[in-house]
T-cell receptor, first 109, second 115 residues
């Protein structure tokens, strides 16, 4: 079983739609759960992180973690064409980061 | 705003040649990392480095790889004898402490092409 699984997409939605991105994981030792955005041939850029289970909101972005199900989600409200990118879920105990494969998202104007 | 820098942005080399990828972490950071991303695949952890020692390495980081902090600012990844499958983006990252969650700041990457 892979440590982190993420649907690679691509996912294409119209502008203004709510986007839901998800990952599952297998390692119970993970404590911090992150979402990164990555543009082509660029380094990952941290969007937000969550510690343990729960929700965290930052503007149009909401991250959810359910440790009992080993399932994390990122919701994007009122999606904009500028949100088009690859979104990587990631998790860590405290040191090395384990990344999902990324979901390529395209927001159609 | 402080940032991690990497040079070169693109390195082309012949199979079997040695390459050194360079990184300048954020100045007050103490923990350093290398990751790689083969085109179309996930970002993978290679190695972590603290206090002039490797603290953890992955299965990918075999004897062909080495890391060094030769001075107070640079952090390097050396690949001794490059293989075709070493072609990838290599990202350096740094953070200031291990306590709790602290963001690893990623550099823009070096694209390594092995011919």
């Amino acid at each position: 079983q892979k440590e982190v699984e993420q649907d690679p997409g691509p996912l294409s939605v119209p502008e203004g739609a709510i986007v839901s991105l998800n990952c599952t994981y297998s390692n119970s030792a993970f404590q911090y759960f992150m979402w990164y955005r990555q543009y082509s041939r660029k380094g990952p850029e941290l969007l937000m992180y969550t510690y343990s289970s729960g929700n965290k909101e930052d503007g149009r972005f909401t991250a959810q973690v359910d440790k009992s199900s080993k399932y994390i989600s990122l919701f994007i409200r009122d999606s904009q064409p500028s949100d088009s990118a690859t979104y990587l879920c990631a998790m860590t105990g405290a040191s090395k980061i384990i990344f999902g494969s990324g979901t390529r998202l395209s927001i159609r104007p | 705003e402080p940032e991690v820098t990497q040079t070169p942005s693109h390195q082309v080399t012949q199979m079997g040649q040695e390459v050194i990828l360079r990184c300048v972490p954020i100045s007050n950071h103490l923990y350093f990392y290398w990751y790689r991303q083969i085109l179309g695949q996930k970002v993978e952890f290679l190695v972590s480095f603290y206090n002039n020692e490797i603290s953890e390495k992955s299965e990918i980081f075999d004897d062909q790889f080495s890391v060094e902090r030769p001075d107070g600012s640079n952090f390097t990844l050396k690949i001794r004898s490059t293989k075709l499958e070493d072609s990838a983006m290599y990202f350096c990252a740094s953070k200031d402490t291990e306590w709790g969650y602290n963001e690893q700041f990623f550099g823009p990457g070096t694209r390594l092409t092995v011919l």
